[in-house]
Structures are given as C-alpha cells and as structure tokens.
C-alpha cells in the first residue's frame, strides 16, 4: 500500500528518558512534517522537512530533534522526556512541485506517546 | 499567524440527517483541507478544496476564498461518520504550513 506510516504506534516510557519516532512514506513526496496533537486534540505543526532540508522550525523545545536520512524519511527523537511531551504525533508528506496539488498533505496513522 | 474557527463545535444528530459544518480563517490561503479524525485516532483526507465545490458521494465542500470560509456538507448522515471534522489552511506565503482549527465533533447517533 502506497501510504505514510508511523512507528511505534504507542510509545510508553518513563520521565526523563530518551525515545525516537520513525516515519516513512512511499508516495515520492518531496516534504515531510512532523504535527503534535494534544489532548485537547489541538493539532500543531512543529517540523517540516523538504528534500531533506529543515523548512519550518515552529518553537519546540531543542529536546526535540528531526532527521531525515533521505527524503522518503523523517524521524523525530526526544531527549529528556517531560510529562507535558506526552501527546499523539503525527507525520505527514506533500508532493511538492511542479504537481498542481503541491501542497496537499497525507498523515500517517499517529504514535500515542505516553510519559509516567 | 492565521486564525481558523470552526463551528459547532460538537454535533450530535440521528442517523439519515443532514449536517453543514464551518470554517473561518482570516488570511488569504493558498491551501484549504478538511480530515475526518475517525475514532481509531486516523486522520483521513477528505478534501483537498483552496477554491470552488467538490463532492464525493454524501459529502460536498465548497470554498469561497474571497469571503474566508469553507463548508463542509453531509448528507444522509451514518454512524461511521462520527469523529472529529478538522479545517486545516496554509496561509499564503507560510511554506506549506498548515494551521489547524479546534474541530467539529460529530456524534450520530443510530
């Protein structure tokens, strides 16, 4: 299936810890976001990545930290874990130009992060 | 930045009744998308709409970019339509950012 996909699902962990997220699509997207959804299911954007460039660094704390090895790829890692961390995150592609519909977005299926 | 407002905010209706929800934003934007937030957690596409109507079976979304708002429609309503309706517009010039509204949530009730 050609999709936007997410792992883990569910991350629990404890305080202070240090976890990783991993995102992948295999649409031939050229941008890749990460988005948090809160909960109070607000969702905000805190990363996009073109061509594996950083395009939009919303103010997220430095603990967290996005990558992307290639353009297919975008993983977020989490230092330090805090309680208020804990939240459901989203990643997203677009196509990007010259495609007319450049900027319309998919989501993968979210990662429940849980910190005790 | 850009405001999205949505509304209602909660709807509850019978199965087989019709809805419309709203979306408010108050810039120009070059990018207007509306997702069903399924009760699994799932955002799903619904439409990809900056401009003008589309429907795909019993929903339709129109938006009048020059007046700031879009409308979602849906007829006929099912249980499996419950979930939250999100409005999600990328200003103008904001690099593909989306900004999000609060949501609609639906309830149908059997």
């Known amino acids: 299936d050609t999709a936007v996909s997410q792992t883990p699902k569910y991350l629990v962990t404890q305080m202070g810890n240090d976890k990783s997220i991993k995102c992948e699509q295999n649409?031939?997207?050229?941008?890749m976001y990460w988005y948090k959804q809160d909960s109070k299911k607000f969702l905000k954007i805190m990363f996009s990545?073109?061509?594996?460039?950083?395009?939009i660094n919303e103010t997220v704390p430095n603990r967290f930290s996005p990558k992307s090895p290639d353009k297919a790829h975008l993983n977020l890692h989490i230092n330090s874990l805090e309680l208020g961390d804990s939240a459901v995150y989203f990643c997203?592609?677009?196509?990007?130009?010259?495609?007319?519909?450049?900027?319309?977005?998919?989501f993968g299926p979210g990662t429940r992060l849980t910190v005790l | 930045g850009i405001q999205v407002e949505q509304s209602p905010p909660d709807l509850i209706l019978q199965e087989g009744a019709n809805s419309t929800l709203r979306c408010n934003f108050s810039?120009?934007?070059?990018?207007l998308q509306w997702f069903h937030q399924n009760p699994w957690g799932q955002l799903i596409n619904l439409f990809y709409?900056?401009?003008g109507t589309k429907q795909n079976g019993r929903l339709s979304a129109t938006t009048v970019a020059t007046e700031r708002y879009s409308l979602l429609y849906i007829s006929s309503s099912q249980t499996t339509d419950s979930g939250v309706y999100f409005c999600?517009?990328?200003?103008?010039?904001?690099?593909?950012?989306?900004?999000f509204g609060s949501g609609t949530q639906l309830t149908v009730l059997p």
């Open positions: 997203a592609s677009s196509q990007g130009y010259p495609t007319s519909r450049y900027n319309e977005q998919f």
């Open positions: 649409l031939g997207h050229d941008t």
């Open positions: 990545y073109n061509n594996k460039e950083l395009i």
């Open positions: 810039d120009s934007v070059n990018n």
């Open positions: 709409i900056p401009s």
């Open positions: 999600a517009v990328e200003r103008t010039g904001s690099a593909r950012q989306l900004t």
